[in-house]
């Protein structure tokens, strides 16, 4: 069974400065998908940026990129220039593919603060 | 397109009633995923259709079951209710996970918010 770790469970930022949100996990298989989602107060669940465990180049998305560790199992969350707009609570997810497509097990969160 | 929607947005039950939960995915999208969140446990898969079958499943009793219809709407049910099953669920569709090279990304919707008292 895939577990998957957020040992934060709150950060902070100042506005404009970088902050990066640790994700941990266990697999067996060796081909799986890492993401990270956002969820506002509204409750939205929102894709922020996700990583196919085959590519070797960390994903970036805009301000938002990760720092993929495969062997040590780590898949961080890097935020550039932190906007207000930020603020959320950030959940690290595997999907193990294959007949478990539909399936994202997720961490417990992280809840980061941006400060003006 | 208009994204996932899903009915009601809040539900108020009491101890060993049943409950009904609706969910339309993304037109054009096949598959649907039920995951149910509290602060305790956090966020848990339920289970997840695709054309009409129950194709992956957690570790939640009987109790919760789902269906999918010929259209790709999604209900799950949760019978005998009790106050732990207080949460928020969550649908999310995809379009067809297809091969491992070329998953599909979830789209979620805003959730029903049940309370059981």
């Known amino acids: 069974a895939q577990t998957v770790t957020q040992s934060q469970p709150e950060m902070s930022v100042q506005e404009a400065e970088t902050v990066t949100l640790s994700c941990t996990y266990d697999t067996s298989e060796s081909d799986y998908y890492l993401f990270w989602y956002k969820q506002p107060p509204s409750r939205q669940m929102i894709l922020v940026i996700r990583?196919?465990?085959?590519?070797?180049q960390n994903a970036t998305e805009n301000r938002f990129s990760v720092n993929f560790q495969k062997a040590a199992k780590s898949f961080s969350l890097k935020i550039s220039d932190s906007q207000l707009g930020d603020a959320a609570m950030y959940f690290c997810a595997h999907n193990a593919g294959g007949t478990s497509y539909g399936k994202l097990t997720f961490g417990q969160g992280t809840i980061l603060t941006v400060h003006p | 397109k208009a994204g996932v929607t899903q009915t009601p947005r809040y539900l108020i039950k009491t101890r060993g009633q049943q409950v009904t939960l609706s969910c339309s995915p993304i037109s054009g999208h096949r598959s649907v995923s039920w995951y149910q969140q509290t602060p305790g446990q956090g966020l848990q898969f339920l289970f997840e259709?695709?054309?009409?079958?129950?194709?992956n499943k957690g570790n939640f009793p009987g109790r919760f079951s789902g269906r999918q219809f010929s259209n790709s709407r999604s209900e799950m049910n949760v019978s005998t209710l009790e106050l732990g099953d207080s949460a928020l669920y969550l649908c999310?569709?995809?379009?067809?996970?297809?091969?491992?090279?070329?998953?599909?990304?979830?789209?979620f919707g805003p959730g029903t918010r049940l309370t059981v008292l």
């Open positions: 999310a569709s995809s379009l067809d996970p297809g091969g491992i090279s070329s998953y599909n990304e979830q789209f």
């Open positions: 990583q196919e465990a085959y590519k070797q």
């Open positions: 259709y695709f054309s009409e079958t129950q194709r």
